[in-house]
C-alpha cells in the first residue's frame, strides 16, 4: 500500500512537469525529492514531511499551479501515526512551510484559502484515522479482558458446583449411613424406633435429590440455596441423627448475602457431618455472632461421651478412631469462606474440634 500511495504522488508530481515538454533537471529531482520519500514515511513521518515540504516549497516557485500531494499525505501521516509531542511540534512547521510556498510565488487569497482547507481537511483526517485505531485497540483489550474474566467466573462457578455438590453429598450420605447402621441395632429392641431410622433415610435421600435437582437446573443461581434461615432445619434433621445441637445468636440478625448466607449453611452442614461421622462427641454448639460488619460462625464440640469399646455407636466414631480423616470437608470450607472474602480457623479446642468462620455482611 505504501508503495502504491508514493507511486500514484509520484506519477501526479511528475508528469506535469513532463508534459507538454520535459522540465529542467533538476525540477524532476525536486518533484522526486517531494514524493519519493514518502515511501517511508511510517518509520520517520516527521524527517519525510521536512524534506517533502521542503522540496514543494522549492518547486512551486518555478512550476505553478501545482498541488501539493506530497505534503499533504505527510501532514496525514503525521496526524494519524506519531504521538503527541511530535504533533504538536509539526503544528508550527506545516504552519511555516505552508506559508513559504505561498507567500515567495505571490499566490492569491484564494489559493492561501484553498491550502489551509486542504491541510487542517488532511490533519483532521489523520487524527480521525488514529482515534479509530485507539478504539479498535481499545475494544480488543476490554474483549480479551473480558474473555478472561469470564473463565475467571468459569472456574469460580465449576469450584462452588463442586463444593455444594460434595456438601450436599457427603452430608446426606453421612446421614443415611448413620441412621441405617443405626436400624438394625435397635430393630429388635426398639421397632419404632427404628421405623423412624428408616424414615430419616428417605427423608434425608429425598432432601438431597431435591438439592442435587435444583443445583443441576439453577447452575449458577444462589436464590434457591439454604442459608441462614435454614439452620434450624438443618440442626433439627442432625439431631433427629443422634447428636445433640444448640443453635445459638448473639447480636441482631439481618439479611445478609445470598454467598454469604449460603456459606454459613454450607459450613455448619459440613462441619456437623464430620463431627457426626468422626467424632465422639456427643453435643456441638452452633454459635452466630452479629457484629456491625461481621457474622461470626463458631461451631464447638461441648460433650465428649464415648461409648465403651464393647458396645460401639453404630455410625459414630469411638474412642481411638481418628477425629480427622483426610477428604476435602476442610479445604473446601476454607475455600467457600474465602471467596467471601472472609477467614476461616479450625482446630482443637478445650472439649473438641472448633470450627471458626469470620465473614463481613457490611
Known amino acids: 500500500m505504501d508503495l502504491i500511495i508514493t507511486a500514484v504522488v509520484t506519477a501526479a508530481t511528475v508528469v506535469p512537469l513532463l508534459l507538454p515538454s520535459p522540465g529542467d533537471w533538476w525540477l524532476i529531482l525536486l518533484a522526486l525529492l517531494a514524493s519519493v520519500p514518502l515511501y517511508w514515511r511510517r518509520a520517520a513521518p516527521m524527517w519525510t514531511g521536512l524534506v517533502v515540504a521542503l522540496a514543494m516549497c522549492v518547486l512551486v516557485l518555478w512550476v505553478k499551479p501545482l498541488l501539493p500531494y506530497g505534503p499533504l499525505v505527510s501532514v496525514y501521516t503525521v496526524a494519524s ?59 480488543a483489550e476490554r474483549t480479551r479482558r473480558l474473555a478472561h474474566e469470564r473463565g475467571v ?21 453421612g ?10 441395632v435397635v430393630l429388635r429392641s426398639d421397632p419404632a424406633r427404628a421405623e423412624g431410622a428408616f424414615n430419616a433415610i428417605g427423608d434425608i435421600g429425598r432432601g438431597a435429590l431435591v438439592q442435587l435437582r435444583g443445583l ?7 436464590d434457591g440455596s439454604p442459608g441462614v434461615d435454614a439452620l434450624g432445619q438443618l440442626v433439627e434433621r442432625i439431631s433427629d441423627a443422634g ?51 461481621t457474622l461470626t460462625l463458631q461451631i464447638t464440640e461441648t460433650a465428649t461421651t464415648p461409648a465403651p469399646a464393647s458396645t460401639p455407636v453404630p455410625g459414630r466414631a469411638g474412642p481411638g478412631i481418628p477425629h480427622r480423616t483426610g477428604g476435602h470437608g476442610l479445604a473446601g470450607m476454607r475455600e467457600r469462606v474465602a471467596a467471601c472474602g472472609g477467614t476461616f480457623e479450625a482446630g482443637p479446642g478445650a472439649h473438641g474440634f472448633v470450627v471458626t468462620a469470620h465473614l463481613p455482611v457490611g
Open 81 to 139: 501515526l506519531d504521538d503527541k509531542m511530535k504533533r504538536l511540534v509539526s503544528i508550527p512547521v506545516i504552519a511555516v512551510t505552508a506559508t513559504l510556498s505561498l507567500a515567495l510565488p505571490n499566490e492569491q487569497p484564494e489559493t492561501w484559502r484553498y491550502m489551509a482547507t486542504v491541510l487542517v481537511a488532511a490533519y483532521a483526517l489523520g487524527v480521525g484515522a488514529r482515534a479509530r485505531r485507539a478504539h479498535a485497540s481499545e475494544l
Open 153 to 173: 467466573a468459569a472456574a469460580h462457578e465449576r469450584t462452588r458446583i463442586a463444593r455444594d455438590v460434595h456438601d450436599i453429598v457427603t452430608h446426606s450420605v
Open 175 to 184: 446421614l443415611m449411613v448413620v441412621q441405617a447402621e443405626a436400624g438394625p
Open 216 to 222: 443441576l437446573t439453577t447452575l449458577r443461581a444462589t
Open 243 to 293: 447428636l445433640h445441637v444448640r443453635l445459638e445468636h448473639t447480636g441482631t440478625p439481618r439479611p445478609v448475602p445470598s454467598e454469604t448466607g449460603v456459606t454459613i449453611y454450607r459450613v455448619t452442614q459440613e462441619a456437623l457431618t464430620n463431627v457426626l461421622r468422626h467424632s465422639p462427641a456427643d453435643a456441638v454448639t452452633v454459635h452466630l455472632s452479629w457484629q456491625p460488619t
